[in-house]
């Protein structure tokens, strides 16, 4: 929420589209499928430490470790996961609306796709630096 709100208030005022230059469909051609390379690799990242982590502990018991531990920081390795699933279907959506109706993207889209898109590279970043920390105890 508080990503979302930073983003809206720096964003007020300022015209929004999705095409740089206004060019019709140049989203779509260069900065979309990056986006969502972006969020694919951060997402797969996340997905793999999931189950790498909670699959090597489970298997793993003769070291007496618990996942409890783990608990608070994987939740934040799920949310980013929500966040970045969620930042790729809307602005895929938000992309294809707006391709059919020009000028139809709004600032609350916008920065809801900022916030999502940052939301999830933020909890991921901080939930590896909150694993790191615990994996060490």
Known sequence: ??????????SKGEPVVFDPGGKHGEFGKRLLPMYLDITKFVLGLAAGSIVLLVGSLNFNQSNGRSLKPFASPLFL??????????????LALNYEHH????????LFQYTRNQS????????FCISYIWLIAAATR
């Not at 929420?1 to 720096?10: F, P, Q």
């Open 1 to 10: 929420m508080a990503i979302w709100l930073i983003i809206y208030l720096r």
């Open 77 to 90: 390795v799920a949310m980013s996961i929500i966040y970045g699933v969620l930042f790729m279907i809307l």
């Open 99 to 106: 391709l059919h109706r020009p000028n139809s993207y709004t």
């Open 116 to 123: 999502l898109g940052f939301g999830a590279l933020i909890c």
